[in-house]
């Protein structure tokens, strides 16, 4: 399978622990980004990487959020300290970054519940 | 400010019917994209289509169509023919080129189709 994978597809942590999620984008992809879904709302964009370089953060991404891509390839989204707010689908999305958009292409998100 | 409007929550149509589902955004931007992608019962994002703001041609994709009308600020949705698999969730998107590759969703339509 070549397309962008996420793990682990769910967790649940009770309020106030760490969690950090993975995503792997499709290889030739150099543009990385991380989504929020809540119940019966669109994707709402986090953040995104330019190869290693997070060129842009939301202001939905507090400071309890934090996003790296080491070298480029797999990146990591941490979320410190977990509220019940932060109870979501985190949808991590990859694409051909040059120029004008490019269609993102989207993982299978990871399902976050915060008890 | 960017924002896109799927005023359309919920439709319910048969089997066979034709149904459009309505998009209309709102942008400063002279070049933007406009994205339609279809979120079935599995949870992951499907890309459809990329349309951007010069190219103002109807587009056809087999039961497919879409209607980008400027002077209305629309990007209408129709499938043909609808078939059971069609249904989904289905979220109308925008991008400015001066905010680089995030993409603004709207809250999407949740399309059933009856047997």
């Known amino acids: 399978d070549t397309g962008v994978s996420q793990n682990p597809r769910h967790k649940i942590t009770k309020r106030g622990q760490n969690v950090t999620f993975r995503c792997d984008p499709i290889?030739?992809?150099?543009?990385l980004y991380w989504y929020r879904q809540t119940l019966g709302q669109g994707p709402e964009f986090l953040t995104y990487?330019?190869?290693?370089?997070?060129?842009?953060k939301s202001r939905l991404l507090s400071d309890r959020f934090s996003a790296e891509r080491p070298k480029g390839s797999f990146s990591t989204l941490e979320i410190q300290r977990t509220e019940q707010g932060d109870s979501a689908m985190y949808l991590c999305?990859?694409?051909?970054?040059?120029?004008?958009?490019?269609?993102?292409?989207f993982g299978p998100g990871t399902r976050l519940t915060v008890t | 400010a960017q924002k896109v409007t799927q005023a359309q929550t919920e439709i319910s149509v048969v089997e066979k019917e034709d149904v459009t589902l309505d998009c209309v955004y709102e942008?400063?931007?002279?070049?933007?994209?406009l994205f339609w992608y279809k979120q079935p019962p599995s949870g992951e994002l499907v890309f459809l289509i990329r349309?951007?703001?010069?190219?103002?041609q109807n587009e056809i994709s087999g039961r497919y169509s879409w209607n980008f009308q400027k002077s209305t600020s629309s990007f209408n949705f129709t499938i043909t023919a609808s078939q059971v698999v069609d249904s989904a969730v289905y979220f109308c998107?925008?991008?400015?080129?001066?905010?680089?590759?995030?993409?603004?969703f709207g809250k999407g339509t949740r399309l059933h189709i009856l047997p």
């Open positions: 999305a990859s694409s051909l970054g040059t120029g004008s958009p490019h269609e993102q292409y």
């Open positions: 290889s030739e992809h150099n543009r």
């Open positions: 990487f330019q190869n290693e370089a997070q060129l842009e």
């Open positions: 942008t400063r931007d002279t070049t933007y994209y």
């Open positions: 349309r951007n703001s010069f190219d103002e």
């Open positions: 998107a925008l991008s400015e080129e001066a905010e680089g590759d995030k993409i603004i």
